[in-house]
């Protein structure tokens, strides 16, 4: 890939992700359904979280967050057929990683739809590619990431939620149409990430040790990482 198309590829990124979280974000967070609490369980409205008027700073964190993202992975996919299907990750990623910061809740009414939207474009990157190959392995990687976190959910619940559970099928599966070296690497990152950070926080006490730790933002950090570093640290472990 010259470099000339993977700086056309990075501006395209940050030209559609930005402008698009930044209104989707808000948009979404004032109309998705707010989540059934448990006894004693509070959490603030999504809509509060969408604030009043277009430039609100949620509006600025999810266009922000969506350019740097879109503009990274066009950077590093350049023209691949799976480009579309990341870029709308990136956008569907940085409101999923606003949210659950805020909130410590991944809702379903925004993953299971960008499942869709995902899937949809992995299928044209492959019939206009021919790169079957490639999209059967995005389905056995998000049925394995889904697996690994619904065991991880289920043994350990107050560590994992089943926002992440939901949210790692969805990773597994783009990361999965790139490489297997990319899937361990998104994975594994998001692990890694989550875990010093959040020893660091509970540390600090910014965090108790029974709270939830909001995952998901370092699930997608995580993935990033997977699509830039996966297949030259593949190459350079395999030899």
Known sequence: MSAENALLAAGAGVVLCGPAAFLLGPWLMRRIPEPVLD??????????????????SAAYWCGGAAAVAGGLLGWSLGTSPALAAWLLLAVAGAVLGYIDTRTRFLPSAIIWPTYFVVG??????????????????????????????????????????????????????????????????????????????????????????????????????GALVGVLMGGPLEHLYLG
């Open 39 to 56: 006894e004693g369980e509070t959490k603030t409205p999504y809509a509060e979280l969408a604030g009043r008027g277009l430039a609100s």
């Open 120 to 221: 949809a474009a992995l299928i044209v990157g492959a019939a206009v590619s021919g790169e079957w190959g490639s999209l059967r392995r995005a389905a056995i990687a998000g049925v394995i990431g889904f697996g690994v976190f619904y065991l991880l959910w289920f043994v350990f619940p107050r560590g994992v939620g089943f926002g992440d559970v939901r949210l790692s099928g969805l990773l597994s599966m783009a990361l999965g149409w790139l490489g297997w070296g990319q899937l361990v690497t998104g994975l594994y990152g998001g692990f890694f990430l989550g875990a010093v950070i959040g020893i660091a926080l509970t540390l600090a006490k910014v965090f108790r040790r029974r709270q939830m730790f909001p995952f998901g933002p370092f699930m997608l950090i």
